[in-house]
Every structure is written in C-alpha cells, then in structure tokens.
C-alpha cells in the first residue's frame, strides 16, 4: 500500500506514478503503421501543426488587436508598422491561413485517392469533413478581422450568399452581421467566433478526429484490406514521427520566409460609402466568388443552395454509400473521377476569376490602382488615432453659427482674440461654451463687464438675431 516515494533525480517516475505519461507517450509513439511509414501520410500531423502556429501566433495578435469598427483597422496598422515583430507574427498568421487550406485539401486528396475511408471508417470520415468547415470557418471569419476595404467588401459579398438562401437566409446574413449593416457587431461576432467558438470546436473535432483514428487504425497503402491490412508494421516512432517534424520544419521556413519577404499588407480602411472599390476574396475563396456570377435570378438558387448541397452531400455521405472494399484509386474510376472532376473544376473556376479580372480593361485599372494605393499606404508611417484634438477641429457648425462666424469676422473680434477664437490665453474664447450658456453670452456682449470696457471692447451694437447666431458661434468654439 504504502510504496516510497522516490527522490532525487525521480521526478518524471513521481509523475508518472500519477499521470500515466509514459503509458500515453508510449501508446502515442508506438502506433503501428501498416506498410511502414511514408511521405504520403504528413498532411493529418500537418494540419495540427499549422493549427498550433496558428493559435500561438493568433494569440499574439490579439495582444494589440481591438475588435471594434472604431479600431480594428488602426490597431492591425499598429501590429504591422510598429509592434516588434508585428508584421512577421501576422504575417506568418495570414500565410499560415493559406497553408492550412492547402494541407487539408492535400490531406483530403490523399484520404480519398488512398480510399482510406473505407473499412469501418465512417466516423473518421464524418468527424472530419465537420473540421473541414470549421477551417473553411477560420479562413472566412478571419479575412474580416482587419477591417480594410478588401476585408469588408469580401465579407459583404459572403454574408450577401446567405441572404440568398430562400425563407431564413435574411435572418442568416442578419444574425451574421449582428444586424443589416456590417459594423462594429459585425466585427465583434467573427472576432468571437474567429478566437473562441471555432478555435474550440476544432480542438474538440481533432481530438475526435485522433480517437476515432486510433480506433480504426492506420489504413496502410492503397493495396491492403481497409480492416485488415496483413502487412508488416512499423511504429510511428522514429520514422513517421521523422518525417512529420521534417514537414513542420519545411512549412515553418517556407512561412517565415514568405512573411519577412513578402509581409501580408493592409488595404484602405474600410469605407463602406466608396462604390468604386473592387473587393476581392482570398483566394480560396476566388471559385465561389466566381461560381455566384454565374447564377442570377431566378436561377440564382441553383448555384447558391441546390448544386452546393448535393456536392456536400455526396462528400459528406461517400464512406455511407462507397462501401466496395477496393482501395486502389485505379479501380475506382467513377469515384476518382468525380473528385478530379469537382476539384479541377473549382481550380478552374477560381483561375477564370483572375482571367475575367485581367480581361477586363476597366477592372485591371482599377485594381491596379487600388494595389499601388495599398503598396503607398504600406510605405507610410504609422498614423494614431487623435482623441479629442484633431476629431474636435473640424466640426460641422449650424446655420446660425455659421452666419455668427461671418459676423465675428465683420466685426474683427479677431483682432483681439484671434482667428476663430484661437487668442491669448484670457483672449481666448475657443471653450467658453462651457462657462456661459447662449443666453448669458448675448448677455455679456450688450453689457460687456468693466474689464471687458477697460480692455476695449464696446457694448455690441448688434441686433437680437444677429447676437444670437453670434452667441451660437462662439459657444460652437471647441478648445483645442
Ligand atoms: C479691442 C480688443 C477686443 C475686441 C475687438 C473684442 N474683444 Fe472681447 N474681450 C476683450 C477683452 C480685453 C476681454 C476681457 C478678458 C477678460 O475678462 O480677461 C474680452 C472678453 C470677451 C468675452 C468674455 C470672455 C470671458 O472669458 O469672460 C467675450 C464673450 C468676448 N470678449 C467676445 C467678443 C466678441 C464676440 C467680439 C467681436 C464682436 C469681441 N469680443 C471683440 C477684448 C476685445
């Protein structure tokens, strides 16, 4: 009952005793891969890496990253112009979104052409088209985040899609966009679901993911039985465990050397009343970008609801109605092809997007123009928001004070205590607002106090309505 405890020097046994670790860690390094390891099986332990270098450099950027509409755009230019690092972090970030997509796409392909869905699968399968549109979920929700003109008109064409879908689609773009507008609420909800309700589910559907794997074990090459391989096995530690580090090592160069060489860059802040901006989505997203324009009414159904979820559907349901034992893509022709042909076709898609673009004269100028805009805005310092000074500089003024302006120049108040009210500090009456209503100013200006006299200035000659709008200017006055 009583074992003693170990000292000195025995503290991985002490916790072991209590954790089990070498167990997990041998349960984990010892999974046995029929066939041996491979090349071909890097994409799963890909994905996860990209995840954690996502989530590490993500929380970095919510370190400055404020989530509202007021402050979105300036605090991503702070990260990228002046925070250490800032740009490389984000940028790696912004890349890292790429690479993901690219993985999955690669990890899926290999899945499908390996058949590694079959034999008992199902879930597998299932646990993990739901992590393909949660990434697909982080790609979307995280484009906004910058709040730069590409950022909002990309997310205005998106949440528009929704509005498409028949009876609930306006109260789908509505709930997406915590109203009709996109705004601050708009941004609040990506934001959250960017950082905390995707982040999570992924975590949940990966760790489902790795279970339900573990489970139904490795499938092994194209040519063995799906339950059971009869092959020669090999653990995954060393040399798939090599191999998986050797991948992680390559993407994190590949994405540090993009991000110092070619930093993700900040558009225009956002400017929802310039109708002649072009906004274009990431890439991924370029074919259904795309594939909408080639839908309108009364057909516009079709392409957004009807072909979409039946191709969700076959992809979705492929291991439910697939259930031919044989793996080897080369005998699965209908099957192979209609993956190329889907896939193929949405490269296709998104390649004409950029075609269409070029092709077109007005278009190629206009987002020409808007990258040399970008490229000179990325060359600039950083510019801070002015609280207070600058924002009370150019208020708009009413009528009234406007004509009271022109008074107070006829009058040459100026002479005195300068242009707009600007004078020395007991001349100065920028702020008198504050100390004197309108009523008490009028006031002032018929019988001005014995200092006021002493100083030169004459009870005011002017009529009531002209000492009104006079009144009204000065009080419109905002200190400096
Ligand atoms: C000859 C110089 C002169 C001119 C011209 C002049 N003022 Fe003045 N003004 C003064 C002086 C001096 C004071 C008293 C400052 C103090 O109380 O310390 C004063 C005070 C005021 C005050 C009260 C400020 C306070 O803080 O109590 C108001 C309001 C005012 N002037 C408005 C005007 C307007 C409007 C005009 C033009 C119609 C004008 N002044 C023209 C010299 C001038």
Request: aromatic fraction near 12%; charged fraction near 20%.
């Amino acid at each position: 009952m009583s074992e003693p405890e170990p000292r000195n020097g025995k503290i991985i046994e002490w916790v072991d005793r209590r954790t089990g670790l070498n167990t997990i860690m041998k349960v984990a390094l010892k999974e046995p891969i029929p066939g041996g390891a491979r090349w071909a099986y890097i994409f799963g332990s890909g994905l996860i890496f990209t995840f954690m270098l996502q989530a590490i450099t993500g929380i970095f950027l919510t370190l400055y990253y404020s989530p509202s509409a007021d402050h979105a755009y300036t605090t991503v230019s702070y990260i990228t112009k002046e925070v250490t690092s800032g740009s490389l972090i984000r940028s790696i970030h912004a890349y890292g979104s790429s690479a993901m997509v690219i993985i999955l796409i690669l990890h899926l392909t290999q899945t499908f052409l390996f058949g590694s869905y079959k034999g008992r699968r199902e879930l597998l399968w299932l646990s993990g088209t739901v992590l393909f549109s949660l990434i697909l979920g982080m790609a979307f929700t995280g484009y906004l985040l910058p709040w730069d003109q590409n950022a909002y008109f990309a997310t205005t064409v998106g949440t528009n899609v929704a509005g498409e879908v028949p009876i609930v689609g306006d109260w789908i773009k509505r709930l997406m966009r915590g109203g009709n507008d996109m705004g601050t609420l708009t941004i609040s909800r990506f934001f959250s679901l960017h950082v905390l309700f995707i982040p999570a589910m992924i975590a949940i559907f990966v760790s489902l993911h790795v279970y339900l794997f573990r489970k139904a074990g490795a499938a092994g090459p194209y040519a063995a039985d799906p339950v059971e391989p009869n092959l020669p096995e090999e653990s995954f530690y060393p040399r798939q465990l090599l191999m998986d580090v050797a991948f992680a090592a390559v993407l994190i160069a590949v994405l540090a050397g993009l991000a110092r060489f070619s930093p993700a860059d900040l558009g225009p802040r956002a400017n929802p009343a310039d109708t002649q901006y072009l906004g274009r989505p990431e890439w991924y997203y370029r074919s259904v970008f795309q594939w909408l324009k080639y839908w309108n009414p009364p057909y516009t159904i079709i392409g957004v609801l009807v072909i979409p979820a039946v191709v969700g559907a076959l992809f979705v349901g492929l291991p439910f109605y697939d259930r031919r034992k044989e793996r080897r893509p080369w005998k699965r022709p209908v099957a192979v092809f209609v993956f190329l042909f889907i896939l193929g076709g949405l490269i296709y898609i998104g390649r004409a997007s950029y075609v269409e673009d070029q092709n077109n004269p007005g278009v190629r100028d206009q987002i020409l123009q808007q990258e040399k805009e970008t490229e000179r805005l990325m060359s600039q310092p950083f510019e801070p928001e002015l609280a207070g000074v600058a924002k009370a500089a150019p208020v708009a003024i009413s009528p009234a004070a406007e004509r009271g302006k022109a008074i107070f120049e006829r009058m040459a108040c100026g002479a005195c205590h300068g242009e707009g009210g600007t004078g020395g500090l007991a001349l100065k009456l920028a702020g008198i607002g504050a100390r004197f209503p309108n009523e008490k100013l009028t006031e002032l200006l018929r019988k001005p106090t014995p200092k006021m006299l002493e100083g030169g200035m004459s009870p005011s000659p002017l009529k009531d309505p002209e000492l009104k709008d006079l009144a009204e200017y000065l009080t419109s006055l905002k200190p400096f």
